[in-house]
């Protein structure tokens, strides 16, 4: 493993044999290379274990737990992560090489904020059609309030924050506790953006739809 590393990759995944190893050489390929990649497997029943021991970098760490859902999934890799920063990846999802690289110089405009945000595209399954992501403006915490316009791949928090404000694990927000941290973080912190595209969400039959109660 890396040590002290900037950046902490977190890949929580269930079931994403089919994508995660495109997911994790979007990460290796990065042109930024001081990160080390947690992935949190939440008891999957495929050949996702298989896949990831085939795959050797001293980057990459493999975590198997019992399934309790993506937001105790995301807190036990912050919980293990040894980076600066650490961002969270959907095990379906890409990022592009120049990814951390932003991020990093991002971070050194900044002065090491507490959390902050990377444009993003949406893509169908086959790469081909493209939506982009929202536009948000330098520091965009009012538009949280009108509804989650954030990617969670995009996002980046600091770890000190990190383990300080974990992921709610209710699961009665299950598909919104990233929404419901990002509303705690920005009531407290500055949240920075930049609409560089440095990530891609991918549509696909078997991504989890949610339609967010603003209630819940």
Known sequence: MVSDPLFSVVIPTYNRATFIAKTIDSVLRQSFQDFEMIVVDDGST?????I?????NPRLSYHPKQNEER??????????SKGRYVTFLDSDDLVYEQHLETAAEFIDKHNEPEFFHLGFEIKDAEMQSTRPGSVLPDIANECLIAGNQLSCNGVFVRRDIALKHPFNPER????????ELWLRLASRYPLYCDNSVTSVIIQHDARSVVTTDREK
């Open 52 to 56: 990831i021991a085939s795959i050797q």
């Open 46 to 50: 495929d050949n996702t274990a298989e």
């Open 172 to 179: 009665a927000l299950s598909g919104t506790e990233d929404y």
């Open 71 to 80: 937001a105790i999934a995301r807190n036990t890799g912050a919980t293990l």
